[in-house]
């Protein structure tokens, strides 16, 4: 950080905080597949920022329209229905750039560290996700083969496997949002995410069938099948590939007391499973981004299609991007109108507990408010007490130190204001000053309350809907592109959409865990069904 106050300016050193803060988001997405248009898009942000920002300040009548225009865009683009929010790092970069403004030669230098920042978040993707797909595929998938067969052990003796199932869906849904982040034009997937996604949908089919298995009355006559199924994905897990030892779960298809289905679907399972895992051991790094580009893209997954579905008054994200860019340039307007020297903190405040589903901003408000006042109440006292600058100090790195520790919102809130309000009073701050920042917290917060309720409220039962219909809308288009004979890419597509989908339905239905679990399973088995359709006409 200091290089960076070196080279733009003490002015800029914000700046290269949120860079930092971007870079550590953006690792969780892998943007190495387009690196150019990625690079793009990522310095657009910042300089639509810095260009918006920077127009805003000059009159505060007109600023309220740039800051919702700005705070819009970032909300709108930077959040999703299914995927992770991205707006943290370039909604604060935003909110800095506005109170931390600057002119002349320090503005040039905010716009090269603008351009020089970017470059660095591309260079950290390179390190932190080049071939993603590959190196997190296969500790994922050995990960899932391992519980598979703790599983499988658990079936045999009649004991409970909800921790083995958990982390097998877990871990599935997590492979499939990596692989789906590695699309070129956000459609086409490489060869190494088609063959991680079949190897992905085998070891899913795989435990699948384990869970019917484990409800048949007479599952303890499958004792020696699932033996041999056991050594099956032991020896694809260690990679000592051979398709002769396949035969040894054909000779079940004679035991009377074995269904045949069960026995020819793990013989076609391991058949494909062995194939693809042999072709993804010998992939080489060229063969591994290829694309099959000879098939258009089709109409449901066109950009303009998909902002049309999104762009709607019913949808997540932009319900959240009003309300974020109305409650946004109010405080703003308000902080810039009465030149209020700690306003700031009330635009902070509002943003970081801004969330697209209302009941998780309120419990935020409140964790933040009791936060706030646990916080300042502990730099109250300590400082009464303390007069030694030196011990003061050693208060704020106690904070700082204990935040890696936090486990929830509120401790890490508690951690936050003893550290910003105890910087404040030692860089001369009075009680006074640190009395209002905290004021201007509880002011941002109550405005978050009120937003939250009058505002385009979205709540989670909204969200458990448009879940519940994304679903059942997906696989009707799965059977459609079945049917109609369309391209994989469509339906492998499809398929992974489903582990954000997955994903999300943990927080929509908290208070109903079996509703929640005979969803999910019943609409997995549907989706895996269907794209056993796919595998058996590819193979």
């Known amino acids: 950080m200091n290089l960076f106050k070196t080279i733009f300016g003490p002015g800029n050193v914000l700046i290269g905080v949120t860079i930092i803060t971007m870079a550590l988001v953006l690792m969780e997405v892998d943007l190495t597949i387009m690196p150019v248009d990625n690079f793009f898009k990522i310095l657009f942000l910042n300089l639509f920022s810095l260009v918006f920002s ?81 190196k997190t595929g296969a500790k994922v998938i050995n990960n899932i083969s391992n519980n598979i067969l703790n599983k499988i052990i658990a079936i045999q003796k009649n004991e409970s496997f ?62 020696d099948l699932l033996n041999d199924v ?131 901003s309120n419990n935020r408000v409140k964790d933040r408010v009791i936060a706030t006042i646990i916080g300042g109440i502990i730099v109250l006292l300590s400082f009464s007490v303390i007069r030694n600058q030196a011990a003061r100090s050693a208060i704020i790195l106690l904070a700082g130190y204990s935040d890696s520790y936090s486990r929830n919102y509120r401790e890490k809130m508690i951690c936050v204001t003893v550290s910003a309000v105890a910087s404040a009073a030692m860089a001369g701050g009075t009680i006074e000053l640190v009395g209002k920042r905290i004021l201007f917290v509880l002011i941002g917060a109550s405005l978050t309350l009120l937003a939250n309720k009058f505002i385009f409220p979205y709540k989670i039962d909204d969200m458990k809907k448009y879940l519940i219909e994304t679903y059942n809308s997906l696989i009707k288009q799965m ?39 005979n969803f999910i399973k019943n609409n997995r088995i549907r989706v895996n069904d269907i794209y056993k359709s796919l595998v058996e006409i590819k193979n």
């Open 54 to 134: 920077a127009l805003s300040i000059q009159n505060v009548w007109i600023g309220i329209i740039l800051n919702f225009i700005g705070l819009f865009i970032i909300g709108y683009f930077l959040s999703g229905n299914l995927k992770k929010s991205m707006v943290i790092p370039f909604g604060l970069q935003y909110f800095f750039m506005i109170f931390y403004p600057v002119e002349g030669r320090d503005l040039i230098n905010r716009f090269l560290a603008l351009i020089a920042g970017t470059i660095f978040i591309m260079i950290t993707q390179f390190i932190v996700n080049k071939d993603k797909v590959i």
């Open 162 to 223: 909800g921790k083995e199932n958990f982390a097998i869906t877990e871990s599935i849904n997590y492979l499939k949002r990596v692989i789906y982040d590695k699309r070129v034009d956000n459609y086409y997937l490489t060869k190494d995410g088609i063959l991680t996604t079949d190897i992905l949908w085998a070891l899913e089919r795989i435990n699948l069938l384990l869970d019917n298995i484990s409800e048949l009355e007479n599952r303890d006559d499958y004792s």
């Open 230 to 360: 056991y050594s099956e994905v032991e020896i694809i897990k260690d990679r000592n590939l051979s398709l002769e030892d396949i035969d040894k779960i054909k000779s079940h298809i004679n035991n009377e007391k074995v269904r045949d289905e069960y026995v020819n679907e793990f013989v076609d399972i391991m058949t494909i499973l062995y194939k693809k895992v042999e072709g993804i051991d010998i992939i080489d790094n060229k063969e591994r981004n290829n694309i099959r580009k000879e098939c258009e893209i089709p109409h449901h997954f066109n950009k303009i299609f998909v902002h049309k579905r999104n762009l709607k008054i019913d949808s997540a994200k932009v319900r959240y991007a009003i309300r974020l860019a109305i409650v946004g340039s109010f405080t703003v307007f308000i902080a810039k109108l009465f030149n209020l020297s700690e306003g700031r903190w009330m635009c902070f405040t509002i943003f970081s507990l801004i969330q697209p589903y209302s009941e998780v």
């Open 479 to 517: 059977k459609y592109d079945i049917k109609e004979d369309h391209n994989d890419y469509s339906i492998r597509n499809l398929y992974l959409i489903t582990g954000f989908i997955d994903d999300k339905m943990k927080l929509s239905m908290e208070s109903a865990e079996e509703e929640k679990n």
